[in-house]
């Protein structure tokens, strides 16, 4: 089958959406497709690309001339889909709202190329700019929704919302997000993170953006109470600031926990796994996500016990892996933390669990697999 990816950006800071992308088109290219990827050059990332290539995936950036508010406008992308799109058996989109789902939504119709669409929680209007949201869904995402084949919700709260807002059920598929957990088979010596950062103690860890909506002030208020308990604890936020970092330094200024609480700034992927494995508790307390979070995941893999709030504690609810909190509730929170510190050796049981769920479900050729049965049902229907 010869499939097509189409993604705004291609760079691995950019998260969740581009590892979907890179990972399942290495996964097809093994299963015998013939893949292409187009994107904008925003952004663009060489060397991730080039690892793809490598591997027999085909990439190609179109200049973008204009960013507004990342919908990435780039002409050229026209053009080479009037010309090319009609060679390919399937699209998949990534993302919802974007500059490159209109063109290639516009060609598919015409040339009768079925598509699905993989919206990687970016559906909903209620987060964030919902009045632009509204007016592109008015413009070119209602009839985007309206044509696709599937929808690939990368979980049961996105497929629920798809629901909400009219999307048949039989054209819903959810697939959850795939794991490179071959990176956490070879785990790093204990202390490295601690040893370069200067961290005695027991440690907490928030690792991922600095960013609004990944609920860290709700942490850092707990925490300043967790603190007049435990008095040798540390609370590490590691990751890129997305603007939200000043709020939350005024917020530490004000509770007085400067001393207690350390940035680290963006790190890399080997320091990312040494922080999973120096931590005594990992804690996600997102206020919207869409189900599903990979870093408390990603820590379970390293023998971290984990804290996530509701908004994406799915699998680990599913998995019974962690623990699971309302946002926003402090006495809660806290008391999980509290008992998690204070008992490490109760947790193991629990991540046991969480391991075996990630390897019997969420490995990339497992993932792969299940987005492969989607197409195949798709092309039959054609």
Same mark, same amino acid.
């Given at each position: 089958?010869?499939?097509?990816?189409?993604?705004?950006?291609?760079?691995?800071?950019?998260?969740?959406?581009?590892?979907? /992308?890179?990972?399942?088109?290495?996964?097809?290219?093994?299963?015998?497709?013939?893949?292409?990827?187009?994107?904008?050059?925003?952004?663009?990332?060489?060397?991730?690309?080039?690892?793809?290539?490598?591997?027999?995936?085909?990439?190609?950036?179109?200049?973008?001339?204009?960013?507004?508010?990342?919908?990435?406008?780039?002409? %050229?992308?026209?053009?080479?889909?009037?010309?090319?799109?009609?060679?390919?058996?399937?699209?998949?989109?990534?993302?919802?709202?974007?500059?490159?789902?209109?063109?290639?939504?516009?060609?598919?119709?015409?040339?009768?190329?079925?598509?699905?669409?993989?919206?990687?929680?970016?559906?909903?209007?209620?987060?964030?700019?919902?009045?632009?949201?509204?007016?592109?869904?008015?413009?070119?995402?209602?009839?985007?929704?309206?044509?696709?084949?599937?929808?690939?919700?990368?979980?049961?709260?996105?497929?629920?919302?798809?629901?909400?807002?009219?999307?048949?059920?039989?054209?819903?598929?959810?697939?959850?997000?795939?794991?490179?957990?071959?990176?956490?088979?070879?785990?790093?010596?204990? =202390?490295?993170?601690?040893?370069?950062?200067?961290?005695? %103690?027991?440690?907490?860890?928030?690792? =991922?953006?600095?960013?609004?909506?990944?609920?860290?002030?709700?942490?850092?208020?707990?925490?300043?109470?967790?603190?007049?308990?435990?008095?040798?604890?540390?609370?590490?936020?590691? =990751?890129?600031?997305?603007?939200?970092?000043?709020?939350?330094?005024?917020?530490?200024?004000?509770?007085?926990?400067?001393?207690?609480?350390?940035?680290? =700034?963006?790190?890399?992927?080997?320091?990312?796994?040494?922080?999973?494995?120096?931590?005594?508790?990992?804690?996600?307390?997102?206020?919207?996500?869409?189900?599903?979070?990979?870093?408390?995941?990603?820590?379970?893999? /390293?023998?971290?016990?984990?804290?996530?709030?509701?908004? /994406?504690?799915?699998?680990?609810?599913?998995?019974?892996?962690?623990?699971?909190?309302?946002?926003?509730?402090?006495?809660?929170?806290?008391?999980?933390?509290?008992?998690?510190?204070?008992?490490?050796?109760?947790?193991?049981?629990?991540?046991?669990? %969480?391991?075996?769920?990630?390897?019997?479900?969420?490995?990339?050729?497992?993932?792969?697999?299940?987005?492969?049965?989607?197409?195949?049902?798709?092309?039959?229907?054609?």
């Amino acid at each position: 089958m010869k499939i097509l990816h189409v993604i705004p950006y291609f760079t691995p800071k950019r998260g969740g959406d581009v590892n979907v /992308c890179y990972n399942l088109s290495k996964q097809f290219v093994e299963l015998g497709h013939d893949v292409t990827i187009i994107t904008t050059d925003f952004e663009f990332d060489h060397g991730y690309a080039r690892s793809i290539e490598k591997v027999g995936v085909e990439i190609i950036p179109f200049k973008s001339s204009m960013n507004i508010a990342l919908f990435l406008y780039s002409p %050229g992308m026209k053009k080479w889909a009037k010309e090319n799109l009609k060679n390919f058996d399937l699209i998949h989109l990534h993302q919802f709202r974007s500059y490159q789902n209109n063109v290639i939504h516009n060609y598919a119709i015409e040339y009768g190329i079925p598509y699905v669409l993989q919206p990687d929680n970016s559906l909903p209007r209620a987060t964030q700019r919902q009045k632009t949201k509204r007016l592109y869904d008015w413009i070119w995402g209602n009839r985007i929704l309206e044509n696709a084949s599937k929808l690939l919700a990368i979980s049961k709260e996105e497929a629920e919302y798809a629901r909400q807002i009219g999307i048949d059920d039989e054209k819903i598929d959810i697939v959850y997000t795939g794991m490179n957990i071959e990176y956490f088979k070879n785990l790093p010596e204990y =202390g490295e993170f601690r040893r370069k950062h200067g961290i005695n %103690g027991k440690m907490i860890l928030y690792l =991922g953006r600095i960013h609004k909506l990944k609920g860290i002030g709700f942490a850092i208020k707990v925490f300043s109470k967790l603190v007049e308990e435990i008095d040798d604890i540390i609370f590490v936020i590691a =990751g890129p600031d997305e603007g939200y970092r000043t709020e939350l330094e005024r917020l530490i200024a004000k509770m007085n926990i400067g001393h207690k609480v350390k940035f680290t =700034g963006p790190v890399s992927e080997d320091e990312k796994i040494s922080a999973y494995l120096d931590a005594d508790l990992f804690i996600h307390t997102v206020i919207y996500m869409g189900g599903v979070g990979i870093t408390p995941l990603e820590a379970i893999l /390293c023998d971290t016990p984990v804290i996530v709030t509701e908004q /994406c504690g799915e699998v680990i609810k599913e998995s019974n892996s962690g623990y699971i909190v309302k946002y926003g509730d402090i006495k809660v929170l806290g008391e999980k933390m509290k008992y998690v510190l204070e008992n490490p050796q109760e947790q193991k049981e629990m991540l046991e669990r %969480g391991k075996r769920y990630i390897k019997e479900n969420l490995t990339w050729d497992k993932v792969s697999v299940k987005i492969e049965r989607t197409y195949n049902e798709i092309k039959l229907k054609k």
